[in-house]
């Protein structure tokens, strides 16, 4: 079955502070697509990042970097020297190779970026 | 490039009054999605549709939600009537053809009183 776990429901940093946003995954298929999208107040869900289950390469992004373990089926994310701006809930998702737009949600992580 | 557009960005109905929800997805995208996100929860996904055909449709209530995309760009969803626990926000998202990133727009907040 697949399944999005994000297990911090909310967290609370200060600003400049490094904080990383975990996820854990569950599928049967050796191919799938992972994916965090951010939520701010506005409601959006902006796209941030893509991976492929057979690329384990880590990506950085500016302050954003992502960890891809396929091992821990987890796929994290960490955002270095955090901004008030920054402050949204963030989302992981799966899709699998044979059902691509299907994507299978986490609840998110309320991220909140005091000043 | 503009993103997905959708109107209105907020709406407060009576039960059993019927609503709309209109999107305009990225152009060139020939793939539109509806979700549905409940408060504190992912977003779910109602319908898709590649060009003016819905594919799956397996998680709209078809007894009172209803979908078009007529001409293949434009997308309308309708609740008729709508019930409280209707009460969500309504995305929209599209991607090209058989690719598997999809773009969201604003949302449409629905409160039913």
């Known amino acids: 079955a697949q399944k999005v776990t994000q297990a911090q429901t909310e967290i609370s940093v200060v600003e400049k502070e490094d904080v990383t946003l975990d996820c854990v995954y569950e599928?049967?298929?050796?191919?799938?697509?992972l994916f965090w999208y951010k939520q701010p107040p506005s409601g959006e869900l902006v796209f941030l990042i893509r991976?492929?289950?057979?690329?384990?390469q880590n990506e950085i992004s500016g302050r954003y970097s992502w960890n891809f373990q396929k091992s821990t089926s987890s796929f994290n994310f960490t955002i270095t020297a955090s901004q008030v701006v920054d402050s949204a809930v963030y989302f992981c998702?799966?899709?699998?190779?044979?059902?691509?737009?299907?994507?299978?949600f986490g609840t998110g992580t309320r991220l909140k970026v005091l000043a | 490039e503009a993103g997905v557009v959708q109107s209105p960005r907020y709406k407060i109905i009576e039960k059993k009054q019927p609503v709309a929800f209109w999107c305009n997805p990225i152009?060139?995208?020939?793939?539109l999605y509806w979700y549905r996100q409940n408060l504190g929860q992912g977003p779910e996904l109602l319908i898709r549709?590649?060009?003016?055909?819905?594919?799956?449709d397996s998680q709209l209530p078809k007894d009172r939600f209803s979908a078009e995309r007529l001409k293949g760009v434009d997308s309308t969803l309708k609740i008729q009537p709508a019930e409280l626990g209707d009460s969500a926000v309504y995305l929209c998202?599209?991607?090209?053809?058989?690719?598997?990133?999809?773009?969201f727009g604003p949302g449409t907040r629905l409160l039913v009183l």
């Open positions: 998202a599209s991607s090209l053809q058989y690719q598997e990133t999809q773009y």
């Open positions: 599928t049967r298929d050796t191919t799938y697509y």
């Open positions: 991976r492929n289950s057979f690329d384990e």
């Open positions: 998702a799966l899709s699998e190779k044979r059902r691509t737009y299907k994507y299978i």
């Open positions: 152009s060139g995208h020939n793939t």
């Open positions: 549709y590649e060009n003016e055909e819905a594919v799956d």
